[in-house]
């Protein structure tokens, strides 16, 4: 019923930069906060940023003044700007939606499938 589907992971050198997006498509009322998160081989699941509707942000202190969380409400699409990319940055990047839909209109969490980012010394 809702699908977040994200894009832009790569291979990159350090210094470099991606930028990766996330659509959210489906029954959707409303979508609440979103966020990035991020696993690293052997590493639990990290949160990187997120953003609440009003566009509001919080950052992990080790992504401060290098990435940007935005999100185009009209789009129902929410980006991460990656910039000064380290090979510690190297993870799958995992989305995440807080969702109203018709059947839950007071939201949940959806993910999105991951993409690979690596970033190589």
């Known amino acids: 019923q809702v699908q977040l589907v994200e894009s832009g992971g790569g291979l990159v050198q350090t210094g470099g930069s991606l930028r990766l997006t996330c659509a959210a498509s489906g029954s959707i009322l409303r979508i609440n906060a979103m966020g990035w998160y991020r696993q690293a081989p052997g590493k639990q699941r990290e949160l990187v940023a997120v953003i609440t509707r009003g566009d509001s942000t919080v950052y992990a202190d080790s992504v401060k003044g290098r990435f940007t969380i935005s999100r185009d409400n009209a789009k129902n699409t929410v980006y991460l700007q990656m910039n000064s990319l380290k090979p510690e940055d190297t993870a799958i990047y995992y989305c995440?939606?807080?969702?109203?839909?018709?059947?839950?209109?007071?939201?949940?969490?959806?993910w999105g499938q991951g993409t690979q980012v690596t970033v190589s010394s």
């Open positions: 995440n939606a807080n969702i109203a839909t018709p059947t839950n209109v007071w939201g949940m969490d959806y």
